[in-house]
């Protein structure tokens, strides 16, 4: 699978801040990276289990 072409992002209120960076712009891969180590690991993910996730912290998010 070429990643090449992954455009990375990072939340925008996190500011200038280190956090989590995220690749969504694949079609058969999400990718997740800590921007304090780019070169680091990088997690795989699927577009539907990142979507599940993302909705997941929304509702943990709007509860708290």
Do not use: Y
Not at 26 to 43: A, F, P, Q
Request: glycine share 10%; proline share 2%.
């Amino acid at each position: 699978m070429d990643l090449s072409g992954a455009t990375w992002r990072k939340a925008t209120r996190s500011g200038n801040t280190d956090c989590v960076e995220v690749a969504d712009n694949l079609t058969e891969v999400v990718l997740v990276r800590d921007s304090k180590d780019r070169d680091g690991g990088t997690l795989h993910v699927t577009p539907t289990s990142w979507r599940s996730f993302v909705g997941l912290a929304k509702q943990i998010g709007s509860a708290a």
